[in-house]
């Protein structure tokens, strides 16, 4: 039996050509499923990550999207918010431990592992003097800080911030089939900039073990404070 023929389409000039299907190419994200940003992976049976509007090649999660829209949002307004948004993640990336020891001592999970989706921390930043000429781990301070219900917090992002607090919630029962408590956040506000900064908590008994070792209790911001301005 011979090889059925492929279908050539007529090149006569009476002819309607058929426009052809653009060719998509995937990206590593897409590949392997990951948010392109964050490396966060997607969470099977869930909502999947986005792809670029643009590119088609890259995928990226809730949070991400929503903090790429801010900068290129920032940034068609005043290119120089655009660079302080950046500036100030880079610098709130350099404190991850501390936020995660805060929150495990503030909502006293060592104690209450359940604690953690209840409330949530809320941090105001304030540019250091001479800010510009130190490093990127110390050119912001600690002004204040306060724990709010998730009412609070649902009040003060507005529609905008539901996205992001959906995606905590779907994250925070995948860190807890691996045995984890689950995901928390903690909200860092400097000038007009508004951050919700993600932490992945440990295991109950690694919170434990924090507060055993070093719990910082109803102090948790002085504590917090210090660590960052002498990190």
Known sequence: ?????????????????????????????????????????????????????????????????????????????????????????????????LFKHAIVCALDLGKNPKNYDKSMLLVEVRPRKDHAKLSVNRKYELAAGCILTMEEVRGMLGPSGEPMLDSLKEESKFMQKKGGIGMAAIILEMGGIVDLVKVILPKPDGAALMQRVNNWGSEWFVNLAGGVLHA
């Open 1 to 97: 039996m011979s090889e059925p023929s492929a279908i050539v389409p007529s090149s006569s000039s009476g002819s309607t050509k058929k426009k052809e299907k653009e060719v998509q190419f995937k990206g590593q994200s897409r590949i392997e499923g990951v948010c392109h940003w964050c490396k966060r992976e997607e969470i099977p049976g869930q909502k999947r990550f986005q792809a670029c509007g643009q590119c088609k090649e890259i995928i990226y999660c809730a949070t991400c999207k929503q903090n790429a829209e801010m900068r290129m949002a920032a940034q068609a307004a005043s290119p120089d918010i655009a660079k302080d948004i950046a500036t100030f993640k880079k610098w709130h990336a350099c404190h991850g431990e």
